[in-house]
């Protein structure tokens, strides 16, 4: 008989371990000890930790072994399995694997559906395309859907038949025994893949699977507005599977900067120019903006290096018809090799305290 050290020693917890610590440290270490673990399964490990678990778990058991050493029922023996998890039936279908698999995967009551892999790609756009939104063709090779048979694995024009295998059922129950006792599972058809009808006559095109592997045209809508480093998701367009719901497309976006306006927030910023004389006496220029028409900018008399106009509504397209502004940030250019003339005028302008 294990010592008292043994039994928490073996769940890796100190005497006064609470319930919640015991049930963790023990989902841990079955986790990682069944035998059914290619891994590291062990099982005399694993029974170690079921025992220890078996007398832990129950207050009374517990109470009895804290001031004994052991218990006075019955603990000792492996007939059949119980445990927190409630007794394990395992449904491939599922996909859980063999015995225990619903516990290592966390899986819980609710099936899930087959799913075929994601897709992640990278999509570069201008920078006018991010701002005013645009749709893009991506040409992907991947796993789709049969465009012959639509899917179904049979040939056009020929009929679905029940599948003898599983009786129409779609799942195959089997029975087995193990040191656990005897285990019942559920896996999907090999013959039918769940569908429950098998093709009388199978698709030529993708020999009865329903799905193959080909080249398509995905067409991507791409939202006004959207920033560097975005990702849209189009969902069911990435790889597809026999009888299971095809995975997510994940397009990545790239904005290529652009040589005159940058983004910030919902507004647009670019820089102007102007002559010393202009920020000093007022003028106007014309620029183009990112929708290629053009502006009338008034710079006012007195500006300062730096100053910064805003135009309402000329900036980044927003929800309900509305836009961001446009930032105007004005660098003044400072005259370079003066003519006497000129530096004659600043002269006099310093002696005017300018």
């Known amino acids: 008989m294990a010592t008292k ?20 440290a023990y989902h841990k270490l079955a986790k990682k000890y069944h035998p059914d673990n290619k891994e590291s399964g062990n099982e005399d490990r694993f029974k170690e930790i079921n025992e220890a678990y078996q007398t832990l778990s129950d207050n009374k058991k517990r109470a009895e072994y804290d001031s004994y050493g052991h218990v006075f029922g019955n603990t000792s023996g492996f007939s059949g399995f119980s445990s927190p998890f409630g ?12 015995i225990f698999t619903e516990f290592f995967s966390g899986g819980g009551a609710g099936a899930r559906t087959a799913r075929g892999r994601d897709i992640s790609v990278d999509l570069e756009l201008s920078f006018q395309e991010s701002i ?29 038949q029940a599948c003898k295998t599983c009786n129409a059922q779609g799942r195959i129950r089997e029975t087995r025994s193990s040191f656990l006792g005897t285990i019942t599972s559920v896996r999907e058809c090999p013959a039918c893949k769940g569908r429950k009808k098998i093709p009388k006559e199978k698709c030529k095109a993708c020999q009865g699977q329903g799905v193959l592997r080909r080249q398509e045209e995905i067409s991507v809508t791409i939202p006004s507005g959207i920033e560097d480093g975005e990702v849209i998701r189009l969902t069911g367009v990435g790889e ?10 994940y397009v990545k976006v790239r904005v290529k900067p652009h040589p005159v306006f940058r983004r910030e927030g ?10 010393l004389s202009d920020a000093v006496l007022g003028a106007e ?21 730096g100053e910064i106009l805003r135009v309402r509504g000329k900036g980044i397209p927003m929800e309900k018809n509305r836009r961001g502004d446009l930032l ?27």
């Not at 039936?89 to 694997?97: A, K, L």
């Not at 597809?240 to 497309?249: E, K, Y």
């Open 285 to 305: 220029y014309t620029i183009r903006t990112i929708d290629n028409s053009q502006l009338t900018v008034k710079i006012p008399p007195a500006t300062s290096f």
């Open 5 to 24: 050290k043994d039994f928490y020693n073996a769940l890796g917890v100190s005497e006064n371990a609470s319930a919640e610590d015991i049930k963790k």
């Open 87 to 98: 007794d394990f039936r395992v449904d491939e279908d599922f996909n859980f694997g063999d």
């Open 266 to 275: 919902s507004d647009l910023v670019t820089d102007l120019n102007i002559k």
């Open 132 to 160: 005013f939104g645009t749709k893009r063709t991506i040409l992907l090779a991947k796993t789709g859907l049969c465009e012959t048979c639509k899917g179904s694995g049979a040939e056009p024009k020929t009929e679905l």
């Open 328 to 354: 105007i940030k004005l660098n003044i250019k400072l005259p370079q090799n003066l003519s006497k003339k000129s530096k004659d005028l600043f002269d006099k302008l310093r002696e005017e305290g300018i």
């Open 240 to 249: 597809a599977i026999p009888n299971g719901a095809a995975g997510d497309l």
